[in-house]
């Protein structure tokens, strides 16, 4: 069980790793992205025109230096060209980019592009999400898109703005897109407010508001109780849906139920619960 996040196009695919994952993920954290189709937004235009650049170039017959001039003469924003520089390496008598640009520039110009459209069919996240956003960001534009996240994560309506907020209000780069390239006090202030989000809800099963539920409430398992003749199955036992570690919210509820719940390694008897031909 893990939470996943990510920065960017990264925060599109933990999404939909998460979705297509529910057994094992618990949470997802989105930086400065979201489920949105940012085919018309200028941000995405001219990364598209700088992957261009990189597609157009031989670098088979560059050396880096040669390279790192040509990226820097190409593409107007520095930010970006020192990513696509930093990408670069020697490779024989010439260089190569260490990502797929054939790959890159090939999805950017499908007509619905994987790195740009969320699709609807993509489904949803019924799971916890923290999503931060730069207040001028140019990916994820505050007036009109926070909207999108709600389609895809209805966990997050009624959090605004704990856990649906922005972090940065600078306007330039690399607060504008980049949150995590800020001083040393806002990166620890960024590194802050996700440790305290994951503090109460990483590993927090679906059903559950916040880590604060655990050992509260049973969690019904799928398929059919023979024995209690209900069709939740089994019920999970607490170490199951609840990752327990620095926390005391299980002593607390065994205390105020006076009753022990199932801790790591206890088990219930075989059969007690289901008959053996439905195993």
């Not at 508001?209 to 409430?217: C, F, L, M, R």
Request: charged content about 20%.
């Amino acid at each position: 069980m893990a939470t996943l996040g990510g920065h960017g196009f990264g925060a599109k695919v933990a999404t939909a790793t998460a979705i297509n994952n529910m057994d094992r993920c618990t949470g997802v954290i989105s930086l400065e992205s979201g489920p949105l189709d940012h085919r018309y937004y200028e941000a995405y235009q001219e990364l598209e025109s700088y992957v261009n650049v990189a597609k157009s170039m031989r670098v088979e017959k560059m050396d880096v230096a040669q390279a790192t001039k040509y990226l820097k003469d190409q593409i107007a924003c520095e930010k970006w060209a020192s990513i696509f520089i930093q990408n670069l390496e020697s490779k024989g008598d010439g260089c190569t980019f260490k990502f797929n640009v054939d790959g890159l520039h090939a999805n950017m110009k499908k007509h619905q592009p994987e790195v740009a459209v969320w699709n609807s069919q993509y489904g949803l996240w019924p799971g916890q999400a923290l999503c931060l956003f730069a207040a001028h960001s140019r990916w994820v534009h505050l007036a009109t898109n926070t909207l999108a996240f709600y389609n895809t994560f209805p966990r997050l309506q009624g959090k605004f703005p704990g856990h649906l907020n922005t972090f940065a209000d600078e306007w330039e780069s690399p607060l504008n897109h980049w949150l995590h390239e800020g001083t040393d006090d806002q990166t620890w202030m960024l590194s802050q407010q996700m440790w305290r989000w994951l503090k109460w809800h990483d590993g927090t099963h679906v059903l559950l508001a916040d880590k604060s539920e655990a050992g509260w409430y049973n969690i019904p398992d799928r398929g059919f109780d023979v024995e209690q003749n209900t069709r939740h199955g089994e019920y999970n036992p607490e170490h199951v849906h609840h990752n327990y570690l620095h926390s005391d919210v299980y002593e607390k509820s065994r205390a105020a139920r006076g009753v022990e719940g199932a801790s790591a390694g206890q088990f219930l008897q075989k059969g007690q619960f289901n008959d053996e031909s439905r195993w």
